[in-house]
Nanobody, 118 residues
């Protein structure tokens, strides 16, 4: 069973930075694509950023140039560096792992709250 644990959320002022971490256990981490999603109150869940097993990345237009996703396979960890945070970035952020070949094999973390407020 794959387990994903997110951390790094918190309260930050507009313009500030946070780094989220997603640590995986119970699997060969390197064969999974990892995505960060977020859900704000009253909104649908949206894809924020993703990184494939090969290291290719993609970002939502709303975070391009501000967020950076990276992975350290030796530590079974994916990071989401968030800079120039805005109030509209406030949401619960979830880590998602999708097997690169068996794409129906998907796992979710429990989420971490990010609040951007003065």
């Amino acid at each position: 069973q794959v387990q994903l644990v997110e951390s790094g959320g918190g309260l930050v002022q507009p313009g500030g930075s946070l780094r989220l971490s997603c640590v995986a256990s119970g699997t060969i981490f390197s064969i999974y694509a990892i995505n960060w999603y977020r859900r704000a109150p009253g909104n649908q869940r949206e894809l924020v950023a993703g990184i494939t097993s090969a290291g290719s990345t993609n970002y939502a237009d709303s975070v391009k140039g501000r967020f950076t996703i990276s992975r350290d396979n030796a530590k079974n960890t994916v990071y989401l560096q968030m800079n120039s945070l805005k109030p509209e970035d406030t949401a619960v952020y979830y880590c998602n792992a999708r097997h690169s070949i068996i794409t129906t094999r998907v796992y979710w973390g429990q989420g971490t709250q990010v609040t951007v407020s003065a």
